[in-house]
C-alpha cells in the first residue's frame, strides 16, 4: 500500500529556512523519480522541484536557487531544504514519485503546511 508521510512545515519569518522530509513506503523507491509539490489557497496544486533516480534536479523557477531536493534511498526519504523563505511560499507540501512531470500516485499524503510571515 502506497503511503507517503510529509513533515517538517512550520511557520518561519521572511528570509528563514525549513527541511521538509518525505517517507515513502513504495516499491521500488530507489527506481523512481520523486518530486514536492505545493497547494496554496485557492491555487492549483504545482511540482517545485523533482529529481531522478540518478540524483538529476530540477527546479520551478521561482525557487531556483533557494531550494534543494535530495534524497536518501536507503531510507526511502526525500528531503526539500527551503532558504530564504518568502511569502509567496505559503503552501502545503507533498510529496510523489514524478514520471515526466506528472504524479504518479494518486492517493497523496497529508502534506505539512509551510507559513511564512512576520
Known amino acids: 500500500q502506497v503511503q507517503l508521510v510529509e513533515s517538517g512545515g512550520g511557520l518561519v519569518q521572511p528570509g528563514g529556512s525549513l527541511r521538509l522530509s518525505c517517507a515513502a513506503s513504495i516499491s521500488s523507491f530507489s527506481f523512481k523519480g520523486m518530486g514536492w509539490y505545493r497547494q496554496a489557497p485557492g491555487k492549483q496544486r504545482e511540482l517545485v522541484a523533482a529529481?531522478?533516480?540518478?540524483?538529476?534536479?530540477n527546479y520551478e523557477d521561482s525557487v531556483k536557487g533557494r531550494f534543494t531536493i535530495s534524497r536518501d534511498n536507503a531510507k526511502k526519504t526525500v528531503y526539500l531544504q527551503m532558504n530564504n523563505l518568502k511569502a509567496e511560499d505559503t503552501a502545503v507540501y507533498y510529496c510523489?514519485?514524478?514520471?515526466?512531470?506528472?504524479?504518479?500516485?494518486?492517493?497523496w499524503g497529508q502534506g505539512t503546511q509551510v507559513t511564512v510571515s512576520s
Open positions: 529529481i531522478t533516480t540518478g540524483g538529476s534536479t
Open positions: 510523489n514519485a514524478v514520471l515526466g512531470g506528472t504524479p504518479v500516485y494518486g492517493r
